[in-house]
């Protein structure tokens, strides 16, 4: 095309276009934003918007992108294209699916898909992942046998078709889902923020002249895939391996075995050794283990560098097939991130042996309740909450209290949540001495207490997601471990093999109160190497006891 030298030998119109591509993708999140009905999505912001070119490939994303969404986003993208090559596509057509094989591991994560056309031609492709308030199926986020026990499974289709809704699709999902009009709410939004950016995309075409965008990705995917392969060869070439153990659903842990091998620009990441896949809904499924690899050995090698897929090219992945990072379908998936989310942990106490300095320690992993049920008055309610733990220390800094990792996900307002629930947080609070000790310390955890009032008409079911109950996270280089996430029912302490625990929701009654108490991440280096100017402040900032300290 008359405009790829332009493109790729200009670093500074480069620079221009990519920036102008984040910025509409920008636009397109708050429609979303603005746009959506659940917590999950307008507060959690659960999510990701991204532009694609004509063949799928990534342009950008939005900022507040969830990094697993990201980086499986261009996977889904050749996977609409594959049922619905782009010389079938046309103006209005809107693409959906929840496929977990095909999409982000587990079915309440919907893609919606819109192609762009400009000037009579298939220019590019906006998508949005978003993850749903309720896709039916059961309550129970692990209890479930299979896949089809966790909700309604939406292959790959056409939501509308050439601007017309498919509204038996959309009448399936009616009356498969406890909260359609969210549901249907949230769709809408989805499909809203990528007009938006489609929108922009066309405007931005007009003002420089472009007469696509395959060159433009491919300026883009080329820099961020040399900017990987850089930084993979700085590394010294060798075998890193690193085990983490995690909860499993039975009495036994789950253990994931790595190995990162790094070989001149390319590392291959392999998973050999791994626990099977199990009968119960912890599985991940091939695309979140992916994601949450590369994206880990990103943000340890070229945090700085915008994420596309040209940053994961020089990283292949590879874990036995049934395992419960490969999970085959029908298992269950609905929990996956009870697995999937010891991923960074296990790749940074892997590259822990080749750049000590720039990796973080294990963290403390937090929890994600889903709230459901009825009134008096027949008016069903349904909120997420997330709950963030402690991150892992690093080799200069302490790590962050409180946050949710290793998802970019947000916490809901307690004040929302609380008028879209009956249910009250009566505590919201740090937990002291939970980071694990270290020259530099873990993030602390914290403890939140639900509870259902007295005089609630009714009853509510929480679906939960705690972690890291048997063991907590461990430190590296001398530092100690975190402590361990603690759940209790109307104060009976829950353990990892309870009824409750294992199926993954608890019913509360007017009255019943739950409190969970999430893990801290891990220390870094030595506890006695740690400046006592720092110490001071744990215990004046109220993050380590006054007793602890004399302990150690």
Request: glycine letters at 8%; hydrophobic letters at 40%.
């Given at each position: 095309m008359n405009n790829a030298p332009s493109i790729v030998d200009d670093p500074i119109r480069l620079e221009i276009l990519r920036s102008r591509l984040m910025s509409l993708t920008a636009e397109a999140e708050t429609a979303l934003l603005k746009a959506s009905f659940s917590t999950i999505i307008s507060?959690?912001?659960?999510?990701?918007?991204?532009?694609?070119?004509?063949?799928?490939?990534?342009?950008?994303?939005?900022?507040?992108?969830?990094?697993?969404?990201?980086?499986?986003?261009?996977i889904t993208m050749r996977h609409f294209l594959a049922k619905y090559p782009a010389e079938t596509l046309e103006p209005g057509d809107v693409l959906v699916t929840n496929d977990p094989w095909q999409c982000a591991g587990h079915l309440g994560d919907f893609t919606i898909a819109l192609p762009v056309f400009h000037r009579g031609g298939l220019v590019a492709f906006m998508s949005s992942m978003a993850h749903h308030s309720d896709v039916g199926g059961t309550m129970d986020?692990?209890?479930?046998?299979?896949?089809?026990?966790?909700?309604?499974?939406?292959?790959?289709?056409?939501?509308?078709?050439?601007?017309?809704?498919n509204e038996d699709v959309f009448d399936i999902i009616r009356a498969n889902v406890r909260t359609p009009d969210k549901v249907t709410g949230d769709l809408h939004a989805q499909i809203a923020a990528c007009q938006v950016g489609a929108r922009q995309l066309?405007?931005?075409?007009?003002?420089?002249?472009?007469?696509e965008y395959d060159t433009l990705a491919q300026a883009l995917y080329d820099r961020a895939k040399q900017a990987m392969e850089t930084a993979i060869a700085a590394l010294p070439d060798g075998d890193y391996p690193y085990a983490v153990d995690l909860d499993g659903v039975e009495?036994?842990?789950?253990?994931?075995?790595?190995?990162?091998?790094?070989?001149?620009?390319?590392?291959?990441?392999?998973?050999?050794?791994?626990?099977?896949?199990?009968?119960?809904?912890?599985n991940s499924a091939w695309?979140?283990?992916?994601?949450?690899?590369?994206?880990?050995?990103?943000?340890?090698?070229?945090?700085?560098?915008?994420?596309?897929?040209?940053?994961?090219?020089?990283?292949?992945?590879?874990?036995?097939e049934a395992s419960i990072l490969n999970a085959r379908p029908p298992a269950p998936v609905k929990g996956r991130t009870r697995t999937g989310f010891h991923i960074p942990s296990a790749i940074f106490g892997a590259l822990a042996g080749a750049v000590p300095d720039k990796v973080q320690t294990p963290s403390g992993l937090g929890n994600i309740i889903a709230v459901n049920g009825e009134d008096a008055t027949g008016t069903r309610f349904n909120a997420h909450y997330l709950i963030g733990a402690g991150l892992g220390a690093r080799a200069t800094?302490?790590?962050?209290?409180?946050?949710?990792f290793p998802t970019s996900s947000a916490n809901v307002p307690i004040e929302t949540f609380e008028t879209q629930t009956p249910l009250v947080i009566e505590r919201k609070e740090f937990v002291p001495d939970s980071g694990g000790l270290g020259k530099f310390r873990g993030g602390v955890g914290q403890r939140v207490v639900f509870r259902l009032p007295a005089d609630f008409e009714g009853a509510a079911t929480l679906s939960i997601r705690p972690q890291m109950i048997a063991a907590g996270a461990q430190g590296l280089a001398g530092g100690c471990p975190g402590h361990k996430t603690q759940m209790f029912l109307n104060g009976t302490?829950?353990?990892?093999?309870?009824?409750?625990?294992?199926?993954?929701?608890?019913?509360?009654?007017?009255?019943?109160?739950?409190?969970?108490i999430e893990a801290g991440g891990g220390g870094f280096g030595p506890p006695e190497e740690r400046d006592p100017a720092l110490i001071a402040a744990d215990v004046a900032g109220g993050y380590v006891s006054a007793p602890s300290v004399a302990r150690s």
């Open positions: 507060l959690s912001q659960d999510f990701t918007v991204e532009a694609h070119d004509a063949r799928g490939y990534g342009l950008a994303h939005s900022r507040r992108s969830v990094s697993e969404f990201s980086a499986i986003l261009p986020d692990t209890g479930a046998r299979d896949v089809f026990e966790e909700g309604l499974w939406i292959p790959i289709t056409k939501l509308y078709r050439a601007g017309k809704p066309r405007i931005l075409m007009d003002e420089f002249g472009l007469e009495n036994e842990p789950l253990h994931i075995e790595v190995v990162v091998a790094v070989r001149g620009s390319t590392i291959h990441v392999d998973y050999a050794g791994t626990s099977p896949q199990v009968p119960a809904g912890i695309n979140f283990t992916f994601a949450e690899t590369v994206n880990a050995i990103k943000s340890v090698l070229i945090p700085e560098i915008p994420s596309t897929e040209g940053c994961f090219a020089p990283i292949t992945v590879s874990a036995p800094l302490d790590g962050v209290n409180t946050l949710k302490l829950l353990s990892r093999t309870s009824e409750v625990v294992r199926r993954g929701s608890v019913r509360l009654e007017p009255g019943d109160q739950l409190m969970t």
